[in-house]
């Protein structure tokens, strides 16, 4: 089933050097599965995730065939009906907590903000369901963490908190742009496993951001790799180490490997034609 | 080359005080390369700083090339050793030209002949003379990153501390900078002490590393060890799954 329907997505900004495309004709749908974007900075992965959300602001200028959601078209919604859109159906984590949350305010507050938003509940209630999030993205001792503010949390726990209050409304589509990269090796597992667990319970549909190939394939079903704005391959994330791309072969070929030791690492040679052929459908 | 004993760093006082980094030992060999890996908050970069004088609190003993430092640090231990920072974003002064970021250096470690040297720093880090005039907001940041190597090759420095040199960048721009660093220490003969949270890097780059956590150093080994999975202490083997 599908969820989520792109076609032909362009993001443009104007410069002084003319309108600069950040992201050029991408086409893709998200049925309930795990859907990967992967790229270099730069490549217009965020601003894809970014799009769909309505959140580019002018003088940026969105524009597309259809972003439709359950096959509403979100292009024709008004400000104030994208509100309900946000959190309540499509909920984004964003890459840093420590710039997400608001410093002066408690965990508790915001996390209660968040979801009395989005519904009628009582005070109490708010309480009680902010407990039981944070208990789901796995924050022992929830009341104390409830009185803290932001910068008593570690950036594990901070992101932990982010997904929770991205989960409270209990969206049908979670953007997650670079959720992880901020975070130490140790922990990433650790959050990757609760937004893992998650999707599979709610049958959520997922976009997974990120530059990182190998968490990729461990983590999603389908990848997206981007390229200068478009699209270059489209592969399910097992087959991914097959792929056929010169620049998807090129950004596997520059990791390290930790059991396979090289003397040079590769370098990637960028081939002016990857930009200039037409954006590949991730559309099923 | 370089010789820590028992290095003890902390901040703070009284019932503040946080110690960062707790008895640590370790011996780096002249043209070796040396990691340091373990999760933020274990101390490996407070190690590094410590050496290089950017913390104050610190006791210990620290030697290089044979000789011991102190808390002050005298000119010539600043021409033996020099400090490669983790975010090139941050770590170049946004008005000041690459002219006049790396001339400034030169100047201050007394060289004379500043204008061929500049142009002879650019060319090592694998950067065009086009890009002397050019602010950090016009480099990017992979480019940024070769300023930063070139600034701290500038006094002809015998160690180099990196402190997550590639952590901010892309892959493909992270393949390039560590091949250039690789190249470097060839050509130059420099010993590295490299601090990453991220194994594959630093089996890539050192011969040997020391694993960090809780601020204290829980083991050293070979590359070859950890690539063998041989790693001894519980933690090096948790790094070492999470990483696979």
């Known amino acids: ?284 | 080359m370089l010789k820590i004993e028992n290095l003890n760093v902390w901040f703070g006082s009284g019932r503040d005080r946080v110690n960062a980094v707790q008895n640590a030992n370790f011996a780096v060999k002249s043209g070796a390369s040396f990691g340091l890996v373990g999760e933020s908050g274990s101390g490996k970069s407070t190690i590094l700083r410590a050496i290089m004088g950017l913390t104050k609190n610190w006791s210990g003993k620290v030697y290089v090339d044979g000789t011991q430092t102190s808390i002050k640090k005298h000119n010539s231990f600043y021409k033996t050793v020099q400090m490669v920072f983790q975010d090139p974003y941050a770590s170049l002064h946004p008005r000041h030209s690459v002219d006049q970021v790396l001339g400034e250096t030169l100047y201050l470690h007394g060289f004379q002949d500043i204008d061929a040297r500049v142009v002879h720093l650019l060319d090592d880090v694998g950067l065009e003379a086009k890009f002397r005039f050019r602010y950090p907001h016009q480099l990017s940041g992979g480019q940024r990153q070769r300023v930063a190597i070139a600034r701290a090759l500038a006094p002809e420095p015998k160690v180099l501390l990196l402190d997550e040199p590639t952590s901010a960048l892309d892959v493909s721009v992270q393949a390039e900078i560590l091949n250039l660093l690789s190249d470097l220490r060839s050509r130059n003969s420099l010993t590295y002490i490299m601090v990453s949270h991220d194994l594959a890097v630093v089996s890539h780059m050192c011969e040997s590393l020391a694993v960090m956590k809780d601020s204290e150093i829980v083991e050293i080994m070979d590359v070859s060890t950890l690539r063998n999975s041989k790693a001894c202490h519980p933690y090096s083997q948790q790094l070492l799954l999470a990483s696979i």
Not at chain 1, 28 to 38: D, K, Q, S, Y
Not at chain 1, 85 to 93: A, E, L, P, Y
Not at chain 1, 152 to 168: F, H, P, T, V
Request: glycine letters at 6%; one cysteine or more; proline letters at 5%.
């Open chain 1, 1 to 284: 089933m599908t969820l989520l329907d792109v076609k032909d997505l362009w993001v443009k900004f104007p410069t002084h050097q003319g309108l600069f495309e950040a992201v050029r004709g991408v086409s893709f749908t998200l049925g309930r599965e795990r859907l990967a974007i992967v790229g270099e900075s730069g490549s217009g992965k965020s601003m894809t995730g970014r799009a769909i959300l309505r959140l580019i602001r002018p003088p940026g200028v969105v524009t597309a065939d259809r972003i439709s959601l359950e096959g509403v078209n979100l292009l024709h919604k008004t400000e104030r009906e994208m509100r309900d859109v946000r959190g309540q159906k499509i909920s984004m984590v964003m890459q840093d907590p420590k710039f997400s949350l608001n410093p002066v305010m408690t965990i508790g507050q915001q996390i209660i903000e968040a979801y009395r938003l989005h519904s009628n509940a009582t005070k109490s209630e708010a309480y009680e369901k902010s407990i039981e999030m944070l208990e789901a993205v796995s924050i022992r001792d929830q009341k104390r963490v409830m009185r803290a503010y932001p910068h008593e949390m570690s950036g594990g726990m901070g992101q932990r908190i982010m997904i929770a209050m991205m989960l409270i409304p209990d969206p049908e589509i979670l953007i997650a742009d670079e959720p992880t990269s901020a975070l130490d090796v140790s922990v990433q597992r650790q959050v990757l496993s609760i937004i893992d667990s998650l999707v599979k319970e709610r049958g959520m549909g997922l976009i997974f951001i990120s530059h990182d190939l190998n968490l990729v394939t461990d983590f999603c079903d389908r990848v997206l790799i981007m390229y200068a704005g478009r699209i270059v391959e489209v592969c399910d994330a097992k087959n991914l180490h097959k792929a056929k791309h010169p620049y998807t072969q090129g950004l596997l070929n520059s990791l390290p490997k930790l059991h396979d030791p090289q003397k040079r690492l590769e370098v990637l040679n960028r081939d002016p034609a990857w930009s200039t052929v037409a954006s590949i459908s991730g559309r099923i």
